[in-house]
């Protein structure tokens, strides 16, 4: 017997309801991109169509408001999840001017009209006006997917948004409580408190809590996201118990997990995938689900206050745009793109026009106004945000990378399964994102009766580095070779590559002096010139706290001076780790120097020792989250001093409980070719010796 099915509209059933939902997030955009118009519009427009107030195909139900409500809570996550923590506390001054700004333009102006035009008492006048003043980021994976999100334009639009938000809110409250009679010195006594308590525990405990976690659980990827979505709405639940919007919570746990989930990793590949795919779209299509168009045909009355709210919330708030622009000297085009992210309402327009009306302070027309206004805000936001941003896109991808510096070609030999994850890791964090280059892993198997049941084992084990490298979206070329030794199949590699960099792991063989780690290492710091990485990687990458650089002296003076530093960069910032520069007083200007004149912005801080030999008891101010760089040098180089042979030694001995990296930078060769092969001469057998 065949399960009845009942297809009367509204559908009830859930599998069908799920089901329509997802064919809508697949065929929207792919349609109305043939008309290059923006997915967001689609997914709004298709929740109008289906709605209770379209065709009445499927009811605002429970679940929808779920979703719905889990999709705005992950783009405020994201939010803050994405933000270049160096850039926002660098522009924290212009997002407070944005905040300002966007909020009280809105806001006076709506107060005047419709308090003086349209004879609304004060304070309806104020409580209506402040929606004017809210937005939601709706746009925001526009230019999440744009590659834009970074652009000071966008980060100092998202810590204006919390502002702003924040402030019409605390409005809402105080218009809210003095209807009701409730507002008094208690009032704002018990506000303080609750919000100064839901700050801290979200500021402080949250990146104690998730560190803990990272560390118990480092293999548990599945359980990371799963912990990460706790974390955001326990913050949205702590929010709304603090009395505010639980959009701040979202906000606030993504700024306080911005540190321990670097951009590359896979589970920050993993939290954007589940968001822009599934529960963004669903929030997308309930608010469309909210819109009645027939609103408009109910009189001149609603079409006038319907068309004055949507011209006094857009007039506003481009306003607030054009004077951030004029104060802070952006360009039109990043004029136009803080428009389109600040234009959309939708969550906090929402909260504020539904409490005001349950508490009789604005009528069926307002309301219907405002629903109309998050339609049009909310495609308004969207084709404003997708011109101009494709606009910068196309700007800063004109901008050409320094000519000096070559492609970052990142070789990765590997022969411990153990530490395939911790290297593919830390070469993808290390890679210069303006370049789009494969990380190659590497496996060298010697030429001898085992070969064929070696490349058999080794091409296995490679497997896992792409297995690994694909959950980041980056791209690995493998790379097998068959050689006579270990040290020569990683030059031959390094040589077909054209290879800029090589991170190998650290094989806790230290033998005599003349021979600092073994045959491999010490030939290949003989016979290449390029950066040499050699990593011990005990602890998760992503619960760094600092990078201490040990630099010697002359470093500066060294031909890959910039490419260490800009590597380093590059790792703080996908960290979110501060670098401390440990150096010789007399050459910290000139890496404070290179650091500061060069991108990206990170938060650094210089301290002088009196000898290389310092570096002994350095070990005493280390935690053990932070990671040692020392900055090495081969034989015969600027740099190069007699010291820096116990570096190994003193590395295994003193500085047991941190992760560290010995970078030996890119410097001239001093090699001898073999006259017959034509590759560098090899001293010593590499048959017994590995890498790690």
């Known amino acids: 017997m065949l399960l009845k099915i009942d297809l009367t509209l509204p559908f009830e059933a859930p599998v069908l309801i799920f089901t329509l939902v997802l064919l809508i997030i697949l065929i929207a955009p792919i349609v109305l991109n043939k008309f290059k118009i923006p997915g967001i519009v689609g997914m709004i ?17 429970a679940s929808i408001e779920l979703f719905g409500t889990v999709g705005l809570l992950y783009i405020m996550f994201l939010a ?4 270049d923590m160096i850039e926002f506390k660098k522009n924290k001054n212009k997002s407070l001017g944005f905040g300002a700004l966007t909020f009280l ?3 006076t102006i709506g107060t005047a009209i419709f308090h003086y035009v349209f004879q609304y008492d004060i304070a309806p006048a104020i409580l209506l006006s402040s929606m004017f003043s809210s937005h939601t980021l709706i746009a925001y994976p ?27 809110l605390l409005v809402l409250a105080v218009v809210a409580g003095s209807a009701e009679g409730n507002v008094g010195m208690s009032y704002w006594i018990k506000l303080s408190i609750s919000l100064a308590i839901f700050s801290g525990i979200v500021t402080y405990i949250f990146p104690i809590i998730a560190k803990w976690f990272f560390k118990q659980l480092e293999s548990e990827k599945g359980a990371h996201y799963i912990f990460v979505l706790t974390m955001v709405f326990a913050a949205a639940f702590l929010a709304e118990l603090a009395g505010v919007e639980a959009i701040i919570g979202a906000f606030l746990a993504g700024l306080a997990l911005n540190q321990l989930i670097p951009h590359t990793s896979p589970l920050m590949n993993r939290i954007e995938f589940v968001g822009n795919n599934l529960f963004i779209p669903f929030f997308l299509i309930s608010v469309g689900m909210l819109v009645d168009v027939r609103v408009l045909l109910r009189g001149p009355e609603a079409l006038i206050i319907a068309g004055t709210i949507v011209v006094v919330a857009l007039t506003t708030k481009y306003l607030a745009a054009w004077a951030t622009q004029k104060i802070y000297g952006y360009t039109s085009t990043q004029r136009n793109l803080i428009f389109g992210l600040s ?14 009306f349950n508490l009789g302070m604005i009528n069926e027309e307002a309301l219907n106004g405002t629903i109309v206004l998050i339609l049009v805000s909310c495609l308004v936001s969207s084709f404003v945000t997708e011109k101009s941003g494709r606009a910068l896109a196309i700007v800063e991808s004109q901008k050409k990378p320094d000519l000096s510096q070559k492609p970052d070609r990142i070789l990765v030999p590997i022969a411990n399964p153990k530490n395939i994850e911790s290297l593919v890791d830390l070469a993808i964090m290390m890679k210069n994102p303006d370049y789009n280059e ?14 064929e049941e070696e490349i058999y084992k080794k091409n296995k084990m490679l497997q896992e580095a792409i297995k690994h490298a694909s959950a980041t979206d980056n791209d690995v070329q493998l790379v097998s070779k068959i ?20 991170i190998i792991g650290w094989n806790a063989k230290i033998t005599t002096s003349g021979r600092i780690f073994g045959t491999v290492l010490d030939n290949l710091l003989e016979n290449t010139e390029q950066m040499i990485l050699v990593c011990k990687i005990i602890k998760p990458l992503n619960t760094t706290s600092r990078l201490v650089v040990v630099v010697p002296s002359n470093a500066e003076l060294e031909r890959g001076f910039l490419r260490w530093i800009r590597s380093i960069k590059i790792l703080a910032q996908q960290l979110g780790a501060k670098v401390v520069f440990r150096n010789h007083e007399s050459a910290l200007n000139a890496i404070k120097q290179a650091v500061q004149q060069t991108k990206p912005a990170i938060d650094a801080e210089y301290l002088p020792y009196k000898n290389f030999r310092e570096f002994d008891g350095m070990h005493r101010e280390l935690s053990p989250d932070d990671i040692v760089i020392v900055i090495a040098a081969r034989r015969e180089t600027i740099s190069y001093s007699s010291n820096m042979d116990n570096v190994p030694r003193i590395l295994a001995r003193n500085y047991k409980d ?8 890119e410097q001239y060769p001093f090699i001898e070719e073999n006259p017959i092969t034509g590759m560098p001469a090899l001293y010593g057998s590499d048959r017994e010796e590995g890498i790690v």
Not at 142 to 167: C, F, P, Q, Y
């Open 438 to 451: 494969p990380i190659y892993p590497l496996a060298v198997v010697i030429d001898d009766e085992r070969a």
């Open 142 to 168: 526009i230019a999440s997917k744009l590659g834009i999100s970074k652009n000071e334009a966008v980060t100092v639009t998202i810590g204006g948004t919390i502002i702003t938000d924040t402030a019409v």
């Open 483 to 502: 050689d006579i030794n270990i040290a020569s199949g990683i030059l031959r590699a390094i040589k077909e590559l054209m290879i800029t960099e090589v």
């Open 45 to 61: 427009l298709a929740g109008v169509l289906i709605g209770p107030y379209g065709f009445g195909i499927l009811e605002r139900d």
């Open 105 to 107: 333009i809105p806001i």
């Open 343 to 356: 234009s959309a309402h939708a969550a906090a327009t929402l909260a504020v026009i539904l409490v005001g």
């Open 658 to 665: 941190n992760s560290f990296i010995i970078i030996y930078p």
């Open 80 to 83: 803050g999840l994405e933000v």
